[in-house]
């Protein structure tokens, strides 16, 4: 089985996950190509001065400066890049000029021949053309328990809301938010961690959600677990009053 991954160039956690990934892929499946979009850790694309300033405005001061010293460092340290990653394990990179759903760029993806899309913190809206590319569809990672938590930050909310339990969901991506099927799902107790210790769990137990998910679909031995529309809940990215309450609970970014 062939395998398009579709990810992005964020500088702190996606290089050594991709890389774990890749080294640890399922016998007879291979990844032929790698789409990587431009990081934005806030949901949308902003430019660098942006991003920073609305860090700030929402997180204050004191994480800008950590965030922005950690984010250069990682920006030098060429083991933290997805592109540095992808050339180690000599996986091709699909440049796309054009939004992945126009036309030039799914018949660029298209020309891999991929059995089967991953989506790993893929950062633009799928639409159907491209989520029917391959025979055995787009599937993505969300770091929570679908149908709980859909949308943005989960990790932040799920500590927020001090829920004792958190996890990750391997879904088929439809036209929805965070709305398809789910392949893969496996809990996460919270216990004490920051919110940095939790993106670091969620996103291990991620990559290995994926992977037993990519054995089961390459086996056809795929049984879905229902996104129940009914039960769902959905967050969007935090605003400084959030933040505030989140500290206010004694909870930690780092």
């Known amino acids: 089985m062939q395998v398009t991954l579709i990810t ?22 291979t990844i ?15 430019s660098t ?9 929402i997180f204050g001061w004191k994480f800008l400066l950590r965030f922005g010293w950690k984010f250069l460092m990682n920006k030098l340290d060429a083991g933290k890049k997805v592109y540095k990653v992808l050339e180690k394990h000599q996986i091709p990179v699909i440049r ?16 891999y021949q991929p059995d089967l899309l991953i989506s790993v913190q893929g950062n633009q809206i799928f639409r159907k053309p491209l989520i029917e590319l391959c025979p055995k569809g787009c599937i993505n990672l969300h770091t929570a328990l ?22 990750v969901s391997v879904f088929y991506v439809d036209e929805g938010i965070d709305s398809g099927p789910i392949i893969v799902q496996k809990r996460v107790e919270i216990g004490d961690r920051s919110l940095e210790a939790l993106i670091k769990h969620t996103k291990q137990v991620g990559m290995e959600a ?10 056809d031995a795929v049984t879905l677990i ?22 206010k609970q004694g909870k930690k970014f780092y």
Not at 36 to 42: A, E, G, L, M
Not at 49 to 57: A, I
Not at 230 to 241: D, G, I, L, W
């Open 210 to 219: 994926i992977l037993e998910s990519v054995d089961l679909i390459q086996k």
């Open 226 to 247: 229902e996104n129940d529309e009914k039960q769902q809940t959905y967050f969007s990215f935090p605003e400084r009053k959030d933040v505030e309450a989140f500290l």
């Open 32 to 46: 032929v190509s790698c789409v990587v979009f431009d990081p934005s850790p806030h949901g949308k694309k902003q």
């Open 49 to 57: 001065l942006q991003r920073l300033n609305h860090t700030r405005k």
């Open 146 to 167: 679908l149908p709980k938590y859909r949308g943005l930050m989960p990790t932040f909310w799920v500590l927020k809301n001090n829920e004792k339990y958190t996890g």
């Open 96 to 111: 796309l000029e054009k939004k992945i759903n126009h036309a030039d760029s799914l018949a660029k993806i298209k020309a």
């Open 8 to 29: 992005q160039d964020e500088p702190f956690y996606l290089a050594e996950n991709i890389d774990f990934l890749i080294r640890n892929f399922p016998e007879h499946s």
